[in-house]
């Protein structure tokens, strides 16, 4: 899939030079997948008396290359900028620390001798150069490319991914402005931007491994090996920590076909195309996940989203064609004080005050995410039921309609962009991607149009509706919920 793949031509130098070992296979440029691992003799692993045993792996590397975050902390020991850098940071996480590092070393492989405030160089100052930097995942496709994602479930993700990289790139300004190495190189030259630290984080993301001994790490000539869900090959770590691709038992490759690992247990379309830029429809699974919009007139709704915490979402899931849904805040958002729920400020042992939440006056603080399973035993249960299901069938309606729609402003406008402008490989993967998504939520809806006429021929709904209608002014509950959702 990369577009720019780099000069790998010169790669083979620096992996003999940093002791990289290749056997019956080399690293070439494979159509639509960017630099992949491919066979140069027939590759296969009989089993003997033995069992099935590897000669010699396909691929090996010396442990001291791979970048993890004990590697970053070592180098840290040995270069005083880049300790001053990782301490000013405070970066804790395995990702925080292997993208400074990235960073830094993209900064260094940009600088000449003549240049001031140079870094120490490394054997991925050399390494990153043959690195796909053309911006494939999503969160670093234009504004044009991003705007195909419309409808589908990347449209917000991808939009807070990238608020927060522009958070975390203002931090790391606020952080380092006071060590003058790094003020100076990062902001007074301007050596990095938001592009190089999206870029790194894209690396991050889509090259690191998640090895035996040493976490998740970037092994170089490893990271180059594309990803199947049938794959040839997988990595381990040897017994002196070296790291190496080795045949499947049961495999064979002929001459001139791809070696491929797993990156993992089967994800969702978004997920992969998120992390990846890529789909494989035929391995995804049949999953998607929304963000469920809070009724604005709702005065409850602050004190549900404080006490439900989590992000207010709907998983939609059809297995072997049947759709189920799963929205644990959606069921509390339908409720409200006439139905019994209550919200109390008590006083806490510390003399602190606490937000609390109750249903039928039991504390059900806790159990936010529970609101299905504690109403199932109430009289009005499928009221409650029929008032999700109208406002999810409401939300997916706009949903659908959003993603078959052409892109176009908050305030309706079409957004016009220059076709030219577009990557093809990023326009067939959101192609790719609306496909799926658009059938899931064409099911969701039919499903949900099915629930809904099933719930408004049920008795005890038709008594609740009947008892609305005779109900004097102003005696109907007047819940958000109810006035929001049309029943009908
Ligand atoms: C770990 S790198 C593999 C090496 C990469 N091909 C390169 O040129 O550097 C992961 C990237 O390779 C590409 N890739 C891996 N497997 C792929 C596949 N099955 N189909 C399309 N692209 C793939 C994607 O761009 C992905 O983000």
Not at 83 to 89: G, K, S
Not at 409 to 428: F, K, M
Not at 440 to 466: F, I, S
Request: glycine fraction near 6%; aromatic fraction near 8%.
């Amino acid at each position: 899939m990369p577009a720019n793949p780099g000069p790998i031509e010169g790669l083979p130098v620096w992996q003999r030079l940093h002791g990289v070992q290749f056997h019956k296979c080399e690293l070439q440029l494979i159509k639509d997948k960017g630099t992949g691992l491919v066979a140069t003799e027939p590759l296969s692993l009989v089993a003997d008396e033995e069992g099935f045993k590897n000669d010699r792996p396909l691929l090996t590397v010396p442990r001291g290359l791979a970048l993890s975050a004990e590697a970053v902390r070592e180098y840290a020991n040995v270069d005083n900028h880049f300790r001053e850098l990782l301490n000013a940071t405070g970066h804790e996480t395995a990702r925080g620390k292997i993208m400074l590092y990235l960073l830094v070393h993209l900064v260094r492989s940009r600088q000449t001798p003549s240049d001031s405030h140079r870094v120490a160089a490394s054997p991925w100052t050399d390494y990153i150069k043959y690195l796909e930097r053309d911006g494939l995942l999503p969160s670093m496709w234009s504004e044009g490319e991003r705007n195909l994602l419309q409808g589908t479930s990347l449209e917000q993700a991808v939009a807070a991914k990238r608020n927060s990289l522009n958070q975390e790139l203002e931090e790391l300004c606020e952080k380092t402005k006071q060590l003058d190495f790094w003020n100076e190189l990062f902001w007074e030259q301007r050596k990095i931007s938001f592009e190089d630290w999206a870029l790194v984080d894209a690396w991050y993301r889509s090259r690191c491994l998640e090895l035996p001994s040493s976490g998740d790490a970037m092994v170089p000539s490893i990271d180059m090996a594309n990803h199947s869900y049938d794959p040839e090959a997988y990595y381990d770590e040897d017994s002196d920590g070296d790291i190496e691709i080795l045949l499947r038992p049961g495999y064979s490759v002929d001459p001139g076909k791809e070696v491929t690992i797993s990156y993992g247990k089967l994800k969702r379309a978004s997920e992969m195309l998120f992390s990846y830029g890529f789909i494989d429809k035929a391995y995804s699974t049949d999953e998607m996940t929304l963000m469920v919009r809070s009724f604005e007139d709702d005065p409850l709704s602050r004190a549900k989203e404080h006490i439900f915490g989590g992000m207010p979402t709907v998983q939609l899931r059809r297995t072997d064609g049947v759709l189920k849904w799963h929205s644990p805040f959606l069921h509390l958002m339908c409720l409200n004080e006439e139905d019994g729920l209550d919200f109390r400020i008590l006083q806490d042992n510390e003399g602190g005050r606490q937000l609390r939440m109750f249903w039928q006056d039991k504390d059900v603080t806790e159990r936010a995410a529970d609101f299905e399973e504690l109403t199932r035993e109430h009289e009005l249960c499928s009221v409650f039921r029929l008032r999700a299901v109208s406002i999810l069938l409401q939300q997916m309606v706009d949903q659908l309609g959003r993603l078959r729609r052409a892109p176009q402003y908050e305030d309706g406008n079409p957004i016009h962009v220059d076709a030219s402008d577009l990557r093809p490989v990023c326009v067939q993967a959101a192609a790719t991607l609306k496909e799926i998504e658009g059938s899931l939520l064409e099911a969701t809806v039919a499903a949900l149009e099915k629930e809904q006429q099933d719930l408004l021929a049920d008795e005890r709904v038709k008594a609740y509706l009947g008892s609305m209608e005779e109900a004097p002014m102003g005696t109907a509950p007047s819940n958000a919920a109810n006035e929001d959702v049309d029943f009908s």
